[in-house]
């Protein structure tokens, strides 16, 4: 089935560092969601991307959808120890079917 | 507001005894349902899914079984665990594809 990469496994950053993941298939996706799990916790829905291209806000989360629409990126902006848990992009080309990448791990360090 | 609820928080289960976990959903009708289990606190392997009652649809050949005997509810089962059966198990709804619900999830041990 439908696989996607999410790379670096890990990141430690400094407070007010930014921090990046990125997602990548191999196929074109037809639509991607981004989560967060904070430790202990289970994953919490941040966004969904459709539109080639897409970019979306939120506060100090940039989401993007690639032009061929098989990568993906979160980026934050000036981190903040909240932000600590594992992020996963997730491809929803199987109608009602998530397929989720392995997550990136960010340690937020104070 | 929609609602789900999933128990126990924590389960110890001898191997080879039975399992029974149970999701259920409020204030929405005729969800998607979903089990997904998460090993070592990583990726996230979808086990089962369900468009409706009685409807199980299997995505990983394995020892555990679901059925949803209403609406609302999602029951996943063992007859018989296994070590390799640990791990963190989520379930989840959506309503129209648009976003995931997870419930708090069921973290088991078998030992």
């Known amino acids: 089935g439908q696989q996607v990469m999410q790379i670096p496994q890990y990141q430690h950053v400094q407070e007010g560092e930014d921090f990046t993941t990125y997602c990548n298939s191999s196929t074109t996706l037809s639509n991607i969601q981004w989560y967060k799990q904070r430790p202990g916790g289970h994953p919490v829905f941040l966004i969904q991307l459709v539109k080639s291209g897409e970019v979306k806000k939120q506060k100090r989360l940039t989401f993007q959808f690639g032009e061929a629409k098989k990568n993906s990126s979160l980026h934050i902006t000036a981190t903040q120890t909240t932000d600590v848990g594992t992020y996963f992009c997730?491809?929803?080309?199987?109608?009602?079917?998530?397929?989720f990448g392995q997550g990136t791990i960010l340690i937020v360090h104070p | 507001s929609q609602t789900i609820h999933q128990w126990p928080a924590t389960l110890v289960q001898p191997v080879g005894s039975p399992l029974s976990l149970e999701c259920t959903v409020e204030g929405t009708s005729n969800p998607n349902l979903y089990w997904y289990r998460q090993a070592a606190g990583r990726g996230l392997q979808l086990l089962f899914y369900s468009v409706g009652i009685g409807q199980i649809s299997s995505e990983v050949p394995q020892n555990l079984s679901a059925s949803r005997p209403q609406d609302r509810q999602f029951i996943l089962s063992s007859k018989k665990l296994l070590l390799s059966d640990s791990g963190f198990y989520l379930c989840?709804?959506?309503?129209?594809?648009?976003?995931?619900?997870f419930g708090s999830g069921t973290r088991l041990t078998v030992v």
């Open positions: 997730a491809d929803g080309t199987s109608y009602g079917k998530l397929t």
């Open positions: 989840a709804w959506t309503g129209d594809g648009y976003g995931y619900t």
